[in-house]
């Protein structure tokens, strides 16, 4: 199995940068499907972007398309998700995933960090 370890979360203001980082262990990320999903309080959680196994599909979600990018360095065994122009309704807590099912990949992936929390101030 794969461990996932998020890092790159913080504190900015509207309109900045981030980009979150999510280091896999166990096994190569190549071997997987990837995504972002994060949960804001008192929502639930939602799918943020994802990338397939082979790296060539990728999806984003209406309300981050256009200012985030997934990726991944399968020589780093990192996932990445570079967040531009935040916004406040970005605020949430942010989770990488895992799962070698493309379904399960974007519905109930079998792999999760442990979060990185994200707040955007306006």
């Known amino acids: 199995q794969v461990q996932l370890v998020e890092s790159g979360g913080g504190l900015v203001q509207t309109g900045a940068s981030l980009r979150l980082s999510c280091a896999a262990s166990?096994?190569?990320?190549?071997?997987?499907?990837v995504a972002w999903f994060r949960q804001a309080p008192g929502k639930e959680r939602e799918l943020v972007a994802y990338?397939?196994?082979?790296?060539?599909?990728?999806y984003y979600a209406d309300f981050v398309k256009g200012r985030f990018t997934i990726s991944r360095d399968n020589a780093k065994n990192t996932v990445y998700l570079q967040m531009n122009s935040l916004k406040p309704e970005d605020t949430a807590v942010y989770y990488c995933?895992?799962?070698?099912?493309?379904?399960?990949?974007?519905?109930?992936?079998?792999?999760w960090g442990q979060g990185t929390q994200v707040t955007v101030s306006s």
């Open positions: 995933t895992a799962d070698a099912m493309v379904t399960a990949a974007t519905t109930r992936p079998r792999y």
């Open positions: 166990g096994r190569t990320i190549s071997s997987y499907n």
């Open positions: 990338n397939s196994l082979s790296g060539t599909n990728t």
